[in-house]
């Protein structure tokens, strides 16, 4: 009878077993990839820095995973083949290229791996959902500055982004579309810089071998090229606030700069990209029980609402830096790179 009893305890354990949810599998993290462009620039760094701090990541619901396109599609291409071979939940990315890039994020679409694609667009609408600033508006606002400055009157040279990346192509077009409208404002030189500092600061030390006392604007596509021309302007001994000088991206040092009276540049809002993107693909992993909890659905809550995690796309407004606002988005950026990874 005992024998019979140990056998039916023994059966009904082992069911029961089989009947209680896998909580060793329930309670792993969510697996989120971010494949990044290239990290060598501040922006980057700043946009895995908000990610690493969104609260998701911070209580343990997700594990990031880092991937450095090194600046070339086919890189990032391979890399998306690893997502989807070990199985990740879900991507996060910054292409590296607007066509290039294309082949990685279909296949991992094909794979039903969600791909939430940010700050820069590919030449495909199949990603799950897009979230940043749009870049022609970008261009116009920049070079508004600078024509603004020169008075509507000069001679301008323009350092450009990687040739064939959407940051490239939407800034430089919105730049051609203020340009249109200031007839007297000509430009000598454009070519890019790929948005390095070092490479900027070269340009611009040829430029003013190339044409001496004729340049009186900058515009950089990006605020490291900006910085980088201000080096070779100071290398020069040339006064920096004589020339009309814009960047784009509210970087720590185009923000002191700005304060100091060198140069005018516009936030792209690197923290609220990364982490709407994140609250974005858990919105595609978990479901629409899921609410956003990254700080950024409430500070533009009526230019950007988050309407279910469900749109397409999501426009983040760019922040023209001011004397108003500047020591606050300095205190801001100092506070990021404190918290970085």
């Given at each position: 009878?005992?024998?019979?009893?140990?056998?039916?305890?023994?059966?009904?354990?082992?069911?029961?077993?089989?009947?209680?949810?896998?909580?060793?599998?329930?309670?792993?993290?969510?697996?989120?990839?971010?494949?990044?462009?290239?990290?060598?620039?501040?922006?980057?760094?700043?946009?895995?820095?908000?990610?690493?701090?969104?609260?998701?990541?911070?209580?343990?619901?997700?594990?990031?995973?880092?991937?450095?396109?090194?600046?070339?599609?086919?890189?990032?291409?391979?890399?998306?083949?690893?997502?989807?071979?070990?199985?990740?939940?879900?991507?996060?990315?910054?292409?590296?290229?607007?066509?290039?890039?294309?082949?990685?994020?279909?296949?991992?679409?094909?794979?039903?791996?969600?791909?939430?694609?940010?700050?820069?667009?590919?030449?495909?609408?199949?990603?799950?959902?897009?979230?940043?600033?749009?870049?022609?508006?970008?261009?116009?606002?920049?070079?508004?500055?600078?024509?603004?400055?020169?008075?509507?009157?000069?001679?301008?040279?323009?350092?450009?982004?990687?040739?064939?990346?959407?940051?490239?192509?939407?800034?430089?077009?919105?730049?051609?579309?203020?340009?249109?409208?200031?007839?007297?404002?000509?430009?000598?030189?454009?070519?890019?810089?790929?948005?390095?500092?070092?490479?900027?600061?070269?340009?611009?030390?040829?430029?003013?071998?190339?044409?001496?006392?004729?340049?009186?604007?900058?515009?950089?596509?990006?605020?490291?090229?900006?910085?980088?021309?201000?080096?070779?302007?100071?290398?020069?001994?040339?006064?920096?606030?004589?020339?009309?000088?814009?960047?784009?991206?509210?970087v720590a040092d185009a923000l002191t700069a700005v304060?100091?009276?060198?140069?005018?540049?516009?936030?792209?809002?690197?923290?609220?990209?990364?982490?709407?993107?994140?609250?974005?693909?858990?919105?595609?992993?978990?479901?629409?029980?899921?609410?956003?909890?990254?700080?950024?659905?409430?500070?533009?809550?009526?230019?950007?609402?988050?309407?279910?995690?469900?749109?397409?796309?999501?426009?983040?407004?760019?922040?023209?830096?001011?004397?108003?606002?500047?020591?606050?988005?300095?205190?801001?950026?100092?506070?990021?790179?404190?918290?970085?990874?």
């Open positions: 009878m005992k024998r019979i009893q140990r056998l039916v305890a023994c059966i009904t354990l082992t069911f029961s077993v089989f009947l209680l949810p896998d909580i060793s599998q329930s309670a792993q993290p969510i697996r989120i990839a971010a494949a990044i462009y290239g990290l060598k620039a501040e922006f980057a760094n700043l946009y895995v820095a908000s990610l690493k701090a969104h609260p998701a990541v911070k209580s343990g619901q997700v594990q990031i995973t880092v991937f450095d396109g090194k600046y070339d599609p086919l890189v990032q291409n391979d890399q998306f083949d690893t997502i989807i071979t070990q199985k990740f939940d879900a991507a996060v990315m910054i292409p590296v290229d607007f066509q290039g890039s294309v082949p990685g994020v279909k296949k991992a679409i094909e794979a039903r791996i969600p791909v939430i694609v940010s700050n820069a667009t590919i030449n495909w609408d199949g990603q799950t959902a897009y979230i940043g600033s749009d870049d022609v508006i970008g261009g116009e606002l920049l070079a508004e500055a600078v024509c603004h400055k020169l008075a509507g009157k000069g001679n301008v040279v323009i350092l450009q982004g990687p040739i064939g990346g959407s940051g490239n192509i939407d800034r430089t077009k919105g730049i051609e579309n203020v340009l249109k409208k200031y007839p007297d404002v000509k430009v000598l030189e454009m070519k890019t810089a790929n948005w390095s500092r070092a490479e900027g600061l070269s340009l611009m030390e040829n430029w003013l071998t190339s044409h001496p006392g004729q340049i009186n604007g900058i515009i950089g596509e990006n605020d490291e090229m900006a910085l980088g021309a201000i080096q070779a302007l100071k290398a020069a001994k040339l006064p920096v606030k004589d020339f009309a000088i814009g960047g784009i991206d509210g304060k100091a009276g060198e140069m005018f540049s516009i936030l792209q809002d690197s923290t609220s990209m990364a982490q709407g993107a994140l609250d974005l693909a858990l919105r595609q992993v978990i479901g629409p029980s899921y609410q956003p909890q990254a700080p950024l659905w409430k500070t533009y809550e009526k230019e950007m609402p988050w309407k279910g995690g469900t749109e397409k796309v999501y426009w983040v407004p760019w922040t023209p830096v001011t004397a108003e606002n500047v020591d606050k988005l300095i205190e801001t950026r100092r506070k990021e790179k404190e918290n970085k990874g």
